[in-house]
């Protein structure tokens, strides 16, 4: 067990997420471009950070890099003067990758490039274009239903050229190269819960782990959704079988409890473990099955790689109503639960720490346990107390099939427990890591 | 999907399947015989049927084949002259299979020979001897217990000859030699939904598919129960194992809702098919374990074939008081569960049809759906409608182990969504077939 | 079936076994020595015993047989001289396995050698103290309290010398070499329920098994817990295969319901079999889940070995008040408690007797059961007879994979039904044993 090199008070690294998330958070990202390089530049400066730039044309399995998109200013302008539209006051005003554009038009000829939320008429959508040539406005849906008949300035000042896509990595080594992957998309504009929040818990996650020695080696992943994943899958391809476990980290930050969403494999250890590591917690939560939608994992849990990948939320896409609008701001994120993110990622990461599989040494009748101290010497109690308990326990089922987190589950003694116990069966010598 | 050669108006088929039965209520049926001869004739005359004769003496696994049987006429006449049983009047007076019999006895020699049932004191049992020989008649129970002393008098005027077992066969070639097999017995007297309502259905399925292009063989059984399906399998040994899926129909015009018996197999891809039709449908019905006691799914489920091969009914055999009696008579036929039955079975075979297993061929990661305009390209939606799921859904799970069955279970989306959706990524390569 | 050979009223049994519980119970029992010995010598005049010694220093797996303790007499005496504990009046009185001591002490000295229970202040609780050389007494938690300052004498009258482990055994041979056995810990002094009630069914189960032909042979293993049956494991390593079945027997005095505790392998034949039999009884009972602690079991069931034994009781150890403690006397044994533990034994044993997998000769279609005398012939009955339904379930699952157990269960037909059908096509030759 680790509890010494546990953060003690998570308080720094709280008001640190505070803080990162509010410094990214006004930033136009997209999915390529100089918004995505500062994001991961502001990264760089709280955790060292890789950065890569995958040439525009670069083929990645199915898909190709697109062309580098930069964003000076968008505004749409009334007959009237009036600004309708202005990136400057709200990067969600543009539609994300708009093509460039200089043109004044009817409403009639504009209104096709509006995008608006009829059911949330007080919100700027988020909506993008990246593959498909395109331009427009997100607008809430209550300005749309204002603008009167005339001539509209429309002005993206945008760049489409050969550039690259940027992504950011960090490994951390450990004592194997088994890794553990988290990976975050980092090509929101300004959304903050969606995906800064988990950004800042992948980066507190990242500080921590880089202060302790560990058994797995770690990634973090800071890259553009989709096509950012899809470039580090096909660059990486042939290394990817060191991902032992891995977990895609967004919405970390809004008031609701955590949602766990399990990879493809659905009984991989990474969904067995942050199964305990919930259940251990005590507090509601939710586990949803593996669905080919969502972030990531898509790619990730793709059928060639179906790697052991699954997804930690809060409230997940799509199912909070502020979820891709403007809405999705800094008011959403509650300190206490950007807190209980990190601190449920790093209960997971102490689990698959010290998670393991052994093999019983003595495995003919019960070793004397007394004779090595390891157990009260006055019989006839009733029950052995938990510690005890948890030497039989693992001692019975360490046979080869059993990890410590299954004994853990079948003999409903805490994980804790069960690692303390394993280790001193390590050290008398009644168990062999497998 | 082959909406376009679904039957259009079911109307003609309903009223052909009503007058089947109708017309072939009347006629003294056994496992051989004229009965039998005449009731495959009027089936021949609605669809192009084969028909087999097995000699009397056939040795068909463990069974032989028995003489023929036919029936001219059976009496029973009381001390008074009155008839108490007259063939002529209900056919089931007779016990089928009865040997020749011209004699004059009293009640007490009479008695053992007579079939009634206490607890429906006025419908006449159907009662059978095939394999030992015996005579009797089959009364009221009400009758029964009126009878006097006295001399009675019994003529029963039938033949047991040699001869042969009569069988008939439809096959439908499709586009593979693989099958599906549509088995209703078809030995039954005047019981009109056990099971003249099971030829009428598939009679009328029959119709259907003979005049559409069907990926697989469809074969149509219409052989006397037990010994008919064991005559079939005797001589069709050597190519039952091209029957992919199987029905056995029987009791599909009663008014109560579908029932499927599972095969042995319990969970065959038939098995799977049904329920996935029925739980779309959003109607009542039930789903019940195989049992080895019911109809000729005893045979095709015996443990050397294991066929997979279930059970389609409304109210099941022995589950509604008329169940072999004279009150399983014309009026337990409701159209509207013929037509109903007749649906049913036609949205299985439609399943059947286009269930399969695909390959993705790009599996690495997800293909660029927007490119080959499979996709919305204006991205940041909560969620993308149905047929995009349905394409993630099917790449994601195309990996060789999941049918479109399955895939529709998993996702919960129609198995036509899906199957719409599964056309379109085989037009664009992205699957390969199985 | 074995009815003929049922122990036809079991009250001699029962008077029998409260007979041995009531003579064995005064008896200072231990892992060794002299009581041991003795309560073997008793068990020997019911059924053949044979005794084995295992000499001190002998090496067992990863244990040594210890030192044998004899107990002459064992004083505590106040100040005042009243004689607060006395082995002569209870002997549960002296810490089991007390080293000698002879000495005049402070109460301060001496209370970290008494031991009693706050929470059950009238009882004597059962301590031991086999692996630490420890001295002390049990003694009611009243009696602890109302001790005064003063000087104490304390009498352990005890020998720890060089000797020898009995165990006792009795193979009673069957017509097969496979073994099911039977184990109950003899080890326990002045504690009825925990174990004197299991060596006394265990003893009249053997003398049924003694009186009749079995398939099975059986072993009834008498030894002290823990230690003994590792000296069994250890001497019988080569022959443990030879077990197919057992159970430990253990608490089947008390008024409580049935409770079963499963084999580590959780779904072996016999834990199918007692669920089985239980769950045909129709009376309440329990079935727990194995976990590594508890009785022999955990020898048995150690990794290495795994066997498939699991244990038999009323209410399990820990679970009543009395447990380990004076308590557990005389009056928690219940007459008709230890006849319904045998019959369900015996239950057990004709059910695991009776069990097996066969193979239908004639697996393709039904046998012509008819023609056998297997089948009423005639016809048309909505249901045949339970037995009939027997044949039909026997011959279609009787395909190497399903025992008459499994078939049972599958059919929900009595086992004894399952079991008659399947002697009737054994005797027709329609079934081949595997």
Redesign the interface.
């Known amino acids: 067990m680790r509890s010494d090199v546990t953060p003690s008070p998570t308080y720094d690294l709280t008001e640190m997420m505070r803080g990162l998330i509010a410094r990214l958070y006004p930033i136009c990202r997209s999915i390529t471009g100089d918004g995505l390089r500062q994001t991961l530049r502001i990264i760089g400066e709280q955790i060292p950070l890789e950065i890569n730039e995958v040439p525009t044309g670069t083929q990645?399995?199915?898909?190709t890099v697109p062309q580098e998109w930069n964003l000076r200013r968008a505004t749409l302008t009334a007959p009237d003067g009036s600004a309708i539209a202005d990136t400057d006051v709200h990067n969600l005003h543009v539609?994300?990758y708009s093509i460039p554009m200089q043109k004044k038009m009817s409403l009639h000829e504009l209104k096709p490039h509006l995008?608006s939320m009829p059911d949330k008429p007080d919100w700027i959508?988020?909506?993008?274009?990246?593959?498909?040539p395109?331009w427009g406005f997100c607008l809430p849906h209550r300005v749309v239903e204002q603008l009167r008949d005339g001539e509209y300035a429309v002005t993206i000042d945008t760049t489409l050229t050969d550039g690259s896509l940027t992504y950011g990595e960090l490994f951390i080594p450990g004592q194997t190269e088994d890794e553990v992957l988290f990976s975050a998309h980092a090509c929101h504009p300004s959304l903050a819960n969606d995906n800064l929040s988990g950004i800042a818990v992948a980066v507190a996650a990242a500080k921590i782990l880089s202060t302790q020695t560990n058994r797995y080696s770690y990634r973090f992943l800071f890259a553009p959704g989709?096509i950012g994943?899809?470039c580090w899958?096909?660059i990486n391809?042939s290394q990817v079988d060191r991902i032992k476990h891995g977990l895609v980290l967004s919405c970390l930050g809004d008031g609701g409890s955590i949602t766990y969403k399990r990879s493809?494999q659905s009984d991989a250890i990474i969904d067995r473990t942050v199964a305990h590591v919930l259940r251990e917690a005590g507090t509601p939560h939710t586990i949803n099955p593996f669905?080919?939608?969502g972030y990531d994992e898509?790619?990730f849990?793709?059928?060639?790689?179906?790697l052991p990948v699954g997804v930690l939320m809060r409230t997940p896409?799509?199912k909070y109503p502020e979820?891709?609008t403007s809405a999705d701001n800094l008011d959403l994120i509650k300190p206490e639960s950007l807190a209980d993110s990190l601190q449920t990622v790093m209960k997971i990461t102490r689990a698959i720490e010290c998670n393991d599989r052994y093999q019983?040494t003595?495995?003919?009748?019960?070793?004397?346990l007394?004779?090595r101290g390891l157990y009260s010497?006055?019989?006839?109690?009733?029950?052995?107390p938990g510690y005890e308990?948890a030497l039989?326990?693992i001692?019975?089922?360490?046979?080869g099939e059993n990890d410590l987190l299954e004994i853990s589950r079948k003999?409903g003694i805490a994980l804790e427990t069960i690692t303390i116990a394993a280790q001193m069966l390590l050290d008398k010598l009644l168990l062999r890591k497998l």
Chains 1, 2, 3 share one sequence.
């Open positions: 990645v399995f199915d898909w539609l994300n995008y959508p988020y909506r993008t274009s990246y593959y498909a395109n989709t994943s899809i899958l096909a391809q493809r669905v080919p939608y898509r790619q849990c793709s059928p060639g790689f179906n896409n799509g979820y891709h019983n003595q495995p003919h009748c019960e070793p004397q007394g004779r010497n006055t019989g006839g109690n009733a029950t052995p308990m039989l326990w001692l019975n089922y360490s046979d003999s």
